[in-house]
């Protein structure tokens, strides 16, 4: 297979956002936004020459602090496995992202680019596969530890990711079912089409006349105006399968002193962190990119805004101008998200252990088996009404 030389900048553009920019800055979002939904400053001691930059700095002092730890080590562990276990829970939230896209499809002096590492085919399924995958780190640190409270956080771990992909993976097949495709550029393009939310009263025998006034009532055609249970199943498990409040029970301070991790130390015990802080921005990613209309505009497809542009500066520019206003909407839609997801973070109180399994078990399979039926039904009426 040849290798994709025009894939380099983007996956640089992409490795350098999400470890240069995104997974220490989330340091930061924690504490300020806590602090904000606290009434309280946050952090900001650390200072350079007695400039604080809000506590910005706050993120290059912890790397400094874990870079300068003694790493320990466990008397009666495995040191193979506790040395790999941080980068097999960390390595797959990097990888994560190469099948998200940020951009649509574009040309600009004879090149094609399409703004997004791997467009796979089949790209959903890779993200729950390496999703899965992250399980094992937090499971081997916790057994190769060497310490009841670290197995007691692994067996927590194990039955709470396991619990969770199961309704993960069922939640989102009525969007599957909808968009016609497991591959997120297909889905990104489709939900730049709009839909009427009134279009089946044009169908109803007392009501066929006078009925243009239902064009003007539209929705963009986004993964939550179509699948909105869905949309809220499928984050609630990928924030279960993230170990984030309020499913934290695997590292719950007060039962399990710090749960799987509990020795870990330095850069190891930073690694851990870093993979969840990444995890909240893939999870942020991919809600926008399945569910939130991804880089797009509503009401503005990506050849309009080319159209827009290409009269003033050219196909070229315009192409180039459009790329840009792409990312920046992609990412300001994934800020947006991770700002929900750190207030769901800071408001909810940990559930119990016995609440967690009832909820991934009881409630959110049943629904997305529901979901999943109720979707089919519905598709099966469409068709059958429009013909």
């Known amino acids: 297979m040849e290798f994709d030389l025009s894939k380099i900048p983007i996956t640089l553009f992409i490795f350098s956002l999400i470890v240069g920019l995104f997974s220490p800055i989330m340091t930061w979002v924690e504490r300020k936004q806590s602090a904000l939904m606290q009434d309280r400053i946050g952090a900001n001691r650390a200072e350079i020459l007695g400039i604080r930059a809000i506590g910005l700095l706050h993120p290059v002092a912890d790397v400094i602090k874990m870079i300068t730890k003694e790493d320990t080590f466990p008397l009666g562990g495995s040191k193979f496995l506790h040395n790999i276990a941080p980068m097999i829970a960390a390595i797959p939230a990097l990888i994560s992202f190469a099948v998200i896209p940020y951009g649509g499809h574009y040309q600009a002096w ?3 680019w399409t703004l997004v590492v791997a467009d796979l085919d089949y790209g959903v399924l890779y993200l729950l596969a390496i999703g899965s995958i992250a399980a094992y780190g937090s499971i081997i640190a916790g057994w190769a530890a060497n310490n009841n409270w670290g197995l007691l956080g692994s067996i927590r771990v194990s039955a709470q990711m396991i619990s969770y992909e199961v309704c993960m993976g069922i939640s989102v097949v009525g969007l599957f079912m909808v968009f016609g495709t497991l591959k997120m550029t297909d889905m990104g393009i489709a939900q730049q089409e709009t839909f009427r939310v009134l279009g089946f009263v044009e169908h109803l025998g007392w009501a066929q006349a006078g009925t243009a006034w239902v064009d003007f009532v539209k929705l963009p055609m986004w993964g939550i105006f179509l699948q909105p249970l869905g949309f809220f ?13 309020p499913f934290d029970v695997p590292e719950g301070e007060s ?3 710090a749960g799987y991790f509990i020795e870990y130390s330095g850069m190891k015990f930073g690694l851990f962190f870093m993979a969840e802080w990444i995890e ?3 999870i942020a990613g991919l809600m926008t990119a399945m569910f939130l209309g991804g880089w797009s505009v509503p009401y503005i497809p990506d050849a309009t805004l080319v159209e827009f542009f290409r009269g003033g500066v050219g196909v070229n520019m315009a192409n180039v101008f459009a790329m840009i206003i792409h990312v920046l909407i992609f990412f300001t839609k994934v800020i947006s998200m991770i700002f929900f997801l750190q207030l769901i973070r800071w408001s909810l109180p940990r559930f119990r252990y016995d609440q967690v399994m009832d909820l ?3 409630i959110l399979l049943p629904l997305s088996i529901a979901n999943v039926a109720v979707t089919g039904l519905i598709m099966l009426l469409v068709k059958e009404v429009t013909g």
């Open 360 to 362: 991934g078990w009881k």
């Open 280 to 282: 909240v921005v893939v």
């Open 233 to 245: 199943m499928f984050m609630t498990a990928l924030i279960a399968e993230n170990k984030r409040p």
């Open 110 to 112: 004879g090149a094609d």
């Open 255 to 257: 039962e399990l002193v």
